[in-house]
T-cell receptor
Framework: NAGVMQNPRHLVRRRGQEARLRCSPM?????VYWYRQLPEEGLKFMVY????????ESGMPKERFSAEFPKEGPSILRIQQVVRGDSAAYFC???????????????FGEGSWLTVV | AQSVAQPEDQVNVAEGNPLTVKCTYS??????LFWYVQYPNRGLQFLLK??????LVKGSYGFEAEFNKSQTSFHLKKPSALVSDSALYFC???????????FGSGTKLNVKP
């Protein structure tokens, strides 16, 4: 019974490098959400994707951040030229469908902790 | 605009006592409300949700939540707190028009033995 799978769980990058975070949604789920959690802070919405489509990226920083959810494979959150302020926990969540049973819940992965040194 | 407020950053309660974690919401239309719990260095775990029906919703680990439409609240409750309930709790509301989930800022629950 695989839940939402995220990897890597922990990632250390030097300033200026690239970070790639991967998320495989739960089986049967076609919607993926990415959230960021800074230390001692709440969750901030970043982006909402369906297969091959970005539905809402209103929470994504305008530069250096991008996300995709290809037809095959996991969703990827990519951070280019990382800076110390990017250090955070990045959570992926998935849900079955927009028009499924009312009130479909989203289920979270265990997170990817990015540390920029 | 949809939003959720958790007015308390932290709640302290003694083990065995009842606990309440507060949440108020603002939505257009019918609210779909959720509670999640986060233990240190872990992801969020779903606790319970309100969609329709009884105002008192029962969830995992003995938690329940009471939906109050007139007060636009969805407070999380448990009759008898355990030390192991100590965690960060998030209230969320779903915007059915745009399929987005809005989370509160979180409330840290400390249960002391």
């Amino acid at each position: 019974n695989a839940g939402v799978m995220q990897n890597p769980r922990h990632l250390v990058r030097r300033r200026g490098q690239e970070a790639r975070l991967r998320c495989s949604p739960m089986k049967g789920h076609s919607h993926v959400y990415w959230y960021r959690q800074l230390p001692e802070e709440g969750l901030k919405f970043m982006v909402y994707l369906q297969k091959e489509n970005i539905i809402d990226e209103s929470g994504m920083p305008k530069e250096r951040f991008s996300a995709e959810f290809p037809k095959e494979g996991p969703s990827i959150l990519r951070i280019q030229q990382v800076v110390r302020g990017d250090s955070a926990a990045y959570f992926c969540a998935s849900s079955p469908s927009r028009y499924g049973a009312s009130g479909n819940t989203i289920y979270f992965g265990e997170g990817s902790w990015l540390t920029v040194v | 605009a949809q939003s959720v407020a958790q007015p308390e950053d932290q709640v302290n309660v003694a083990e065995g006592n009842p606990l309440t974690v507060k949440c108020t919401y603002s939505v257009s239309g019918n609210p779909y409300l959720f509670w999640y719990v986060q233990y240190p260095n872990r992801g969020l775990q779903f606790l319970l949700k309100y969609i329709t029906g009884d105002n008192l919703v029962k969830g995992s680990y003995g938690f329940e939540a009471e939906f109050n439409k007139s007060q636009t609240s969805f407070h999380l409750k448990k009759p008898s707190a355990l030390v192991s309930d100590s965690a960060l709790y998030f209230c969320a509301v779903r915007d059915m028009n745009f399929n987005k989930f809005y989370f509160g800022s979180g409330t840290k629950l400390n249960v002391k033995p």
